[in-house]
Nanobody
Framework: QVQLVESGGGLVQPGGSLRLSCAAS????????MSWYRQAPGKERELVAT????????NYTASVKGRFTITRDNANNTMYLQMNSLKPEDTAVYYC??????????WGQGTQVTVSS
């Protein structure tokens, strides 16, 4: 079955960095558009970044442009989110999402990122 497992979250000070990983299995990873979403307490889930199947196109929400970088390793079925210059407003649960043909959106369980001094 489809599995998406996020890791790499934690507590970091403002200005710090974290690298999130999403390990995928149970589907053809290289054929799927992948995304990172986040949900802060009391807020709706929002799209953070998207990467196309071969990594040729990446899109970011305005608030993270220039600070976050989405990448993927199709040989190892893994997606990453490098987060630099973190701000308190980046605090949220971060979710990995795969768009799978015939199934639609699939989600991981999330990883908590807390930016605080």
């Amino acid at each position: 079955q489809v599995q998406l497992v996020e890791s790499g979250g934690g507590l970091v000070q403002p200005g710090g960095s974290l690298r999130l990983s999403c390990a995928a299995s149970g589907f053809t990873f290289s054929a799927s558009r992948m995304s990172w979403y986040r949900q802060a307490p009391g807020k709706e889930r929002e799209l953070v970044a998207t990467i196309t199947r071969l990594g040729g196109t990446r899109n970011y929400t305005a608030s993270v442009k220039g600070r976050f970088t989405i990448t993927r390793d199709n040989a190892n079925n893994t997606m990453y989110l490098q987060m630099n210059s973190l701000k308190p407003e980046d605090t949220a649960v971060y979710y990995c999402s795969a768009w799978i043909s015939g199934l639609g959106a699939n989600w991981g369980q999330g990883t908590q990122v807390t930016v605080s001094s």
